[in-house]
């Protein structure tokens, strides 16, 4: 049973490190902010086609980055 309870542990370990996975994550490296800007020229805003030319990407990854780096205030 000791095993169960340690495997309880493991699950918000686990889940703490995904939010830090995330995060990092969100560094994309220059040839995927690139292929990412040429995307969204040909494109526009189709992130789940845009992600799927970035193997281990989400769509959501892709529109998160964009939004935190291009989008404009219009206060």
């Known amino acids: 049973m000791s ?13 703490r490190a ?9 560094e994309f490296s220059e040839d995927e902010e ?3 800007t040429r995307m969204f020229k040909l494109v526009g805003e ?8 970035i ?3 989400t769509a959501e990854e892709i529109e998160k ?4 780096r291009y989008s404009t205030s219009e206060d």
């Open 3 to 15: 095993r169960l309870d340690h495997s309880s542990d493991d699950s918000s370990v686990d889940s």
């Open 18 to 26: 995904e939010d830090i996975g995330q995060d990092s994550k969100l």
């Open 34 to 36: 690139t292929l990412i």
């Open 46 to 53: 189709r992130w789940s086609l845009i992600a799927g030319r």
């Open 55 to 57: 193997p281990g990407r």
């Open 65 to 68: 980055y964009w939004t935190s």
